[in-house]
């Protein structure tokens, strides 16, 4: 079993920044592939990044691009969400979650099979 705690969230005024960490225990961290999603109030639950098990690959939505970067420590058993730029739009519960990894972080961006209980981040216009 994994255990998956996110930090960091918080409220921020547009055009700022916050940084959201994910601690990740329970088994060898460096087999997961790690992603981040987020859910608006009334809306579905949706993709923002994912990073393959050795960090080489990353991916994001369109709408996070350039903004955001995910990134992981497989030493400390963390994976995090550099946030900047954020819009109002951005305003969120995001989660964190992991998938055994395939190489290349494709899984954990559709169905990944853990989750945390996710973290709130509201942004003011």
């Known amino acids: 079993q994994v255990q998956l705690v996110e930090s960091g969230g918080g409220l921020v005024q547009a055009g700022g920044s916050l940084r959201l960490s994910c601690a990740v225990s329970?088994?060898?961290?460096?087999?997961?592939?790690m992603g981040w999603f987020r859910q608006a109030p009334g809306k579905e639950r949706e993709f923002v990044a994912c990073?393959?098990?050795?960090?080489?690959?990353?991916y994001y939505t369109d709408v996070v691009k350039g903004r955001f970067t995910i990134s992981r420590d497989n030493a400390n058993n963390a994976v995090y969400l550099q946030m900047n730029s954020l819009k109002p739009e951005d305003t969120a519960v995001y989660y964190c979650?992991?998938?055994?990894?395939?190489?290349?972080?494709?899984?954990?961006?559709?169905?990944?099979?853990?989750w945390g209980q996710g973290t709130q981040v509201t942004v003011s216009s």
């Open positions: 329970g088994r060898t961290f460096s087999i997961y592939d």
């Open positions: 979650a992991a998938e055994p990894s395939d190489g290349q972080a494709m899984r954990v961006k559709v169905n990944p099979r853990y």
């Open positions: 990073i393959n098990w050795s960090g080489g690959r990353t």
